[in-house]
């Protein structure tokens, strides 16, 4: 990675490319292991219906992935599986010590609670595996065109495409695997632009889909892009043309999403809102069981109950409503979201 980025890492980066490229070649090694232990049994392992969560970053994905995620029917990764995709089989205890001390204790965009064990996004994990993904630029910024294009693969070479769907189906394999055959849940923003891939690796696969007000969604964006990508960057990044890019990245998102989501077959898409999620929950997801055919929703209720129960007291961040020149240039360069999810 460093060699293809030109070795450009200034001297306030040192420290986390040292401590990075220290811990390479254990982690090769482990994998090299964890291939020649678990190989034969993992190529055995088959994942049916996984149920895909989609939406823009910022849009309720995590609330939403955390309340099916209470279902101990369901399956997910946590942030360590994410994390080291390629070794946790063999070295999920072990790493777990040490990892601890240098994992973050809340989302910097919103403070939302966070260790290794709660539920993670699988980009994380795609992205430390084959390196094909938009989270590329959080960490080399001076090329982010370049990754730009892993957000649809529209741009991507075949090999590229194929390369990326081997690795989802090797990371889903392994938390299939480790979960006994369990339902397998996975979150990532980006997966709202590669639907047609999805398919191609998981032809049954499900999604939940969750759309929340544009101008909200603006507003809450560009803080996370803010706050978020300096805890990954070998590269100082300039917030020159933030807006634009924020602007341009949704508006691509949901050109392939409202594209390729009328190929989704019948009783495997659900969409729902923020607003709707955040006002009844329960209902909310009851009604996502009944239309993607989940298990028994009656039989998670308390568990599901209970932990909206435990974020009661949660405040979510407050936004300055935007100017009205920036209010017009959202609606303009967003208007498909406007019009699909029925925004004025």
Same mark, same amino acid.
């Given at each position: 990675?460093?060699a ?13 490319? *040292?401590?990075?490229? &220290? ?9 090299l292991?964890?291939?020649?232990? @678990? ?25 939403? +992935? ?7 029917r ?12 390629? =070794? ?5 205890? !072990?790493?777990?010590?040490?990892? =601890? ?47 730009a294009?892993?957000? =649809? ?23 299939? @695997? ?13 997966h ?16 939940? +889909? ?24 070998y590269? +100082?990044?300039? +917030? ?34 923020f ?15 009944d239309?993607?055919? &989940?298990?028994? @929703?009656?039989r998670?209720?308390? *568990?599901?109950? *209970?932990?909206? *129960? ?5 405040? !979510? ?28």
């Amino acid at each position: 990675m460093l060699a293809q980025n030109g070795l450009r890492v200034p001297p306030a980066y040192w420290p986390r490319t *040292a401590l990075t490229t &220290l811990c390479s070649p254990f982690n090769s090694l482990d994998a090299l292991l964890e291939e020649r232990r @678990f190989g034969p049994a993992l190529a055995e392992v088959e994942v049916r219906r996984p149920l895909f969560v989609l939406g823009h970053y910022r849009s309720g994905t995590t609330h939403l +992935h955390n309340l099916l995620c209470a279902d101990q029917r369901l399956t997910y990764t946590n942030n360590l599986r994410a994390t080291f995709p390629r =070794t946790f089989l063999r070295t999920e205890t !072990k790493k777990r010590r040490w990892a =601890t001390l240098l994992a973050m204790r809340s989302r910097p965009q919103d403070h939302v609670e966070l260790d290794l064990e709660v539920p993670g996004e699988d980009e994380l994990a795609l992205c430390g595996d084959c390196q094909l993904s938009t989270h590329m630029a959080w960490h080399f910024p001076q090329r982010a065109e370049f990754y730009a294009r892993y957000l =649809t693969f529209r741009r991507a070479s075949s090999q590229e495409r194929e390369t990326w769907k081997a690795s989802l189906k090797r990371f889903s394999r392994k938390l299939t @695997f480790r979960a006994d055959g369990r339902t397998l849940v996975l979150k990532s923003p980006t997966h709202t632009a590669k639907v047609s891939m999805i398919l191609e690796a998981f032809p049954d696969a499900r999604f939940v +889909h969750i759309d929340r007000d544009p101008y909200t969604l603006y507003s809450s964006t560009m803080m996370m892009e803010r706050k978020v990508p300096p805890h990954f960057a070998y590269q +100082h990044r300039h +917030h020159r043309g933030l807006s634009a890019a924020v602007l341009d990245r949704l508006a691509e998102m949901y050109e392939a999403y409202l594209e390729e989501r009328e190929t989704i077959p019948q009783g495997q898409l659900h969409e729902i809102s923020f607003s709707q999620l955040e006002a009844d929950p329960i209902g909310s997801l009851g009604a996502t069981y009944d239309a993607l055919d &989940l298990p028994d @929703f009656e039989r998670s209720r308390p *568990a599901l109950e *209970a932990y909206v *129960a435990s974020i009661a007291t949660y405040e !979510k961040n407050r936004y300055d409503e935007l100017e009205p020149t920036l209010r017009r240039t959202v609606a303009e360069r967003w208007a498909p979201y406007f019009e699909a999810f029925g925004y004025e």
